[in-house]
């Protein structure tokens, strides 16, 4: 199959995102290509790589995780975040080997790389609708992180006199860190339970299910990974792979890192007592909790930016480019802060943190990090029937058609459940 081209009459959505080739181009196009955000700049490094996928994954998800290890128990728990973490490098691996499959092409968007497996048109309407969900799903989830860590730094810090200078700490620890070593500690908290915390058997599917949909969040990088790759300077002596997966690798470590400890320290201290965001949980030291509320919000300002600079780069290059507005910064002022506005919005009035993550998890995130690239390495590479690579690919997409069906009910009860008693902008 040929990578797709755009046409120059039609004026379908389709012909708007794809992409010429650079002989093709006008000088006009190029220019448009250099001021959209993410094929702006292709001067990145192996540590760009690195630091970008590790801001894209470690986020809210692993605050969630120690809630998640008490919705699915020991066992199990351990069971889904090994497997979860297998599964996601393999197609981490798959974006970034088939981000140049086609010698001259770069697939710079997640789009890009779904139109040339799936077709020009049907590809566009799989993948955008989906990424669209992720992305803005997690810059939802993002502006509640940032309030519930605000206001728990107004809780520990601005209601007590406390004058402790945090910039010592700062350069050396992180929040992930800290909210395993806070929970060591603290220690096992008196009468620990382990068991299922819901009082029915209902009940206790239901969180299961949403437990799943928040391990899938934890794991959210491969949303971005081809914008982030798009980054990198690439020659046919020198493809971007190379560095880009050196820095994954990497990332990859640091994400074990951040994810084991704080979600099996902090189920093994708290049990099934412990609150959907592990920082809420943990109060002593005061200095160091409100440390990592800090750290939270920072992160989480970075992080919402990675995601939302795809959602940036689709708005302008539909803008320019099929309505023909004039790139500038007050288009980018507009567009940008209109974004920001809307989901500050959703999160304030649904600022449920333990059901959007089940729900996006499993809704959004299941497809294009789980078995979507799975999908379009079947359908580009074409391996063997029944060979091991063809028999890897189709076991991901079954667990992640399983996880995409079962995590968002999960999810959706407990946004529900949460609802109940919630009053909006209490």
């Known amino acids: 199959m040929q990578p797709a081209t755009m046409g120059t009459q039609t004026p379908n959505i389709s012909n708007y995102y794809c992409s010429k080739s650079a002989d093709e181009r006008s000088a006009e196009e190029r220019a448009i290509d250099a001021w959209l955000p993410v094929t702006s700049n292709r001067n990145a490094k192996w540590w760009y790589s690195a630091f970008h996928n590790v801001t894209a994954m470690v986020g809210a998800g692993v605050l969630g995780l120690p809630y998640a290890m008490a919705q699915l128990g020991w066992g199990p728990g351990v069971a889904v975040l090994v497997i979860s973490w297998i599964i996601t490098f393999y197609t981490l691996w798959q974006m970034v080997e088939m981000h140049e499959m086609v010698p001259g092409k770069r697939f710079d968007r997640y789009h890009e790389l779904g139109q040339h497996a799936f077709g020009k048109k049907l590809g566009l309407w799989i993948i955008v609708p989906q990424q669209l969900i992720v992305e803005v799903g997690v810059d939802i989830v993002y502006m509640v992180t940032g309030g519930q860590s605000l206001q728990k730094f107004y809780d520990l810090v601005c209601k007590k006199d406390l004058g402790v200078s945090l910039a010592a700490a700062v350069m050396s620890l992180s929040y992930s860190t800290i909210a395993w070593g806070a929970s060591v500690k603290k220690g096992v908290v008196p009468d620990v339970e382990y068991g299922y915390k819901a009082k029915s058997t209902a009940g206790t599917i239901f969180n299961f299910f949403s437990a799943l949909g928040d391990v899938a969040f934890a794991y959210a990088g491969h ?7 798009a980054t990198i300077p690439s020659t046919p002596e020198k493809p971007s792979k190379g560095p880009m997966w050196k820095g994954v690798i990497v990332a990859y470590i640091i994400v ?133 690579s063809w028999i890897i690919n189709w076991i991901c997409i079954i667990l992640g058609v399983l996880l995409m069906v079962i995590a968002p009910i999960g999810g959706l009860r407990s946004i529900i459940m949460q609802a109940k008693g919630y009053k909006f902008y209490s």
Request: with cysteine; net charge positive; charged share 10%.
């Open 223 to 229: 949303n971005v990974v081809l914008e982030i790759q």
């Open 256 to 388: 074990a890192f951040c994810y084991f400890p704080v979600a099996l320290i902090g189920y093994w201290m708290f049990g099934n007592q412990v609150k959907d965001n592990i920082l809420k949980t943990l109060e002593k030291p005061t200095w160091l909790i409100a440390m990592a509320n800090l750290f939270v919000v920072i992160h989480v300002i970075g992080s919402y930016q990675i995601y939302a600079m795809p959602v940036f780069d689709m708005i302008e290059t539909v803008l320019v480019r099929k309505l023909k507005f004039k790139p500038s910064w007050m288009l980018r002022f507009v567009t940008r802060n209109i974004y920001v506005a809307f989901t500050m919005f959703v999160g304030i009035t649904f600022p449920f943190f333990n059901g959007l993550l089940g729900f996006f998890g499993g809704f959004a995130f299941a497809p294009t990090t789980y078995f979507l690239p799975c999908i379009m390495w079947l359908a580009i590479c074409k391996p063997k029937k029944f060979s091991l």
